[in-house]
């Protein structure tokens, strides 16, 4: 059985960091990409970051030069470290584990950036 569980969100200020944490098991993990994505209130799921399994990743221009992506293929874990962090990124922001043929989702983890 697949699952993907997410952790590490909360509330922040404006300016704040927060980690998130990602644990996948169920699957081979070195061989998926992990991604982070988030979905805002009246908005559509957006990709954050994402981190493939030969070490190539992307992130979203909002994010640039504050948030970053690594992978721990020995924990099968996937974490976010998110700095600077703004109200704009409140969201809930879900991991995901894919291949072709293959997508798995985690149940999400609030983050809410407020004073």
């Not at 990409?33 to 990709?47: F, H, I, N, T, V």
Request: aromatic share 8%; charged share 20%.
């Amino acid at each position: 059985q697949v699952q993907v569980v997410e952790s590490g969100g909360g509330l922040v200020q404006p300016g704040g960091s927060l980690r998130l944490s990602c644990a996948a098991s169920g699957i081979l993990f070195g061989l998926y990409d992990m991604g982070w994505y988030r979905q805002a209130p009246g908005k559509e799921r957006e990709l954050v970051a994402r981190l493939g399994r030969g070490g190539s990743s992307d992130y979203a221009d909002s994010v640039k030069g504050r948030f970053t992506i690594s992978r721990d293929n020995a924990k099968r874990t996937v974490s976010l470290q998110m700095n600077s962090l703004k109200p704009e990124d409140t969201a809930v922001y879900y991991c995901n584990a894919a291949l072709p043929g293959a997508s798995y989702w985690g149940q999400g983890t609030q983050v809410t950036v407020s004073a």
